[in-house]
């Protein structure tokens, strides 16, 4: 199943830009730089085996090999949920609430990749989430943790271990300009 989405999904810009703003150098950058530059008006194109709409409960679940392309950034999941704004559920006024992304998430533009377990967009909080095993990388650099955490209103990333894990602390290798080579 194919999907070309033009303008009802573009809250999901922000959770390709968010992911891409942390690998955008060696220090965090604010995602509003990286949105800048960014045209979020480019079309969405959805790529799933199946589509379910619950008009009931205001979801649709794209499931199995999801492909989620804008741009040169690309989204792939195995699941990918869509909670659309209820009457007088959001008061940003925005078409839709959360996006959650599940199994095998990766996120990648032509130098970065952000890997995880599962990831959760709240359009209403502003946040973005990046749970299990998350991987960072740009170019030759690599930030490793257990969650990774945005908040699109302040700008702020966070990237925390999980003790539980068994993986350790959160860890991160950044190679000067050049040494790479």
């Given at each position: ?159 925390k271990a999980d003790p ?18």
């Amino acid at each position: 199943m194919r999907i070309l989405v033009a303008r009802p999904l573009a809250p999901f810009s922000i959770l390709l830009l968010a992911m891409a703003a942390w690998l955008a150098g060696s220090a965090p950058l604010c995602a509003q730089d990286v949105i800048a530059g960014y045209d979020t008006s480019l079309p969405i194109e959805i790529e799933a085996d199946q589509l379910t709409v619950e008009q009931n409960s205001e979801t649709a679940t794209f499931s199995g090999n999801v492909i989620v392309v804008q741009g040169d950034m690309t989204l792939r999941s195995a699941k990918l949920l869509v909670i659309y704004a209820l009457d007088g559920d959001n008061a940003s006024d925005q078409p839709i609430r959360r996006i959650e992304v599940d199994g095998g998430v990766v996120m990648a533009s032509e130098r970065e990749t952000a890997k995880g377990e599962r990831g959760v967009y709240d359009v209403v909080a502003g946040t973005l989430e990046l749970f299990g095993d998350v991987t960072l990388t740009r170019d030759d650099n690599v930030i490793k943790g257990d969650v990774l955490s945005i908040d699109l209103d302040t700008s702020v990333a966070t990237m925390k271990a999980d003790p539980a894990s068994g993986r350790g602390r959160v860890k991160a290798l950044f190679l000067p300009a050049g040494a790479g080579n």
